[in-house]
């Protein structure tokens, strides 16, 4: 079962917008731990409640440091660590709870719902590692793939969203980040 989305409606155009849906994915170099600090704390100022990231990308492709810095943006001084072994970390913050989940180990769908977080996934922002294989399940949702650019350290980022409410809001993300804000 879907966890309900946050618009049921479905319209080619935002409403007062001139924005057509769906947006192109937008794809950019992380050169440094501080970009991809930066992004997520662009992130972490235009999510809330019940939103959920998925984070791809290979072996040591910087999932959980963005985490870490995500986290760390909401307020949190929790240590934050790789859910590989226990699938799911909550973290607390000043604003919405985090909850932090490796979904690597997870083999299918019902093993994902057996997990039975469905209050934890309304109520908090929940960020997914190896989240692809999950993305069917929800309507709303955003998507950030980290790849090695190269042996120095960088990053290529691609960062997209699926549903009405996440593309509305990954436009402001996207500048909050673009801006240099910290």
Known sequence: MKRQAKLLARPETLPDSPVSLPLPAATFPLESEADT?????AFAAHLGAGDVLLLTGGLAAGKTTFTRAF??????????????????NLYNSARPL??????????????????????????RISLIEWGAKLADEFDETFQ??????????????TVSASGIAAQATLPAILSHFHKGAP
């Open 37 to 41: 600090a930066r992004l997520a704390a």
């Open 71 to 88: 986290v760390a943006a909401l307020g949190a001084t929790d240590t934050v660590s790789s859910p590989t072994y226990t699938l799911v």
């Open 98 to 123: 985090v909850l932090h989940m490796d979904a690597y180990r997870i083999e299918s769908v019902a093993e994902f719902y057996d997990l039975a977080l469905e209050d934890e996934l309304e109520t």
């Open 144 to 157: 950030l793939d980290l790849q090695m650019a190269d042996q120095s350290g960088a990053r290529i980022a």
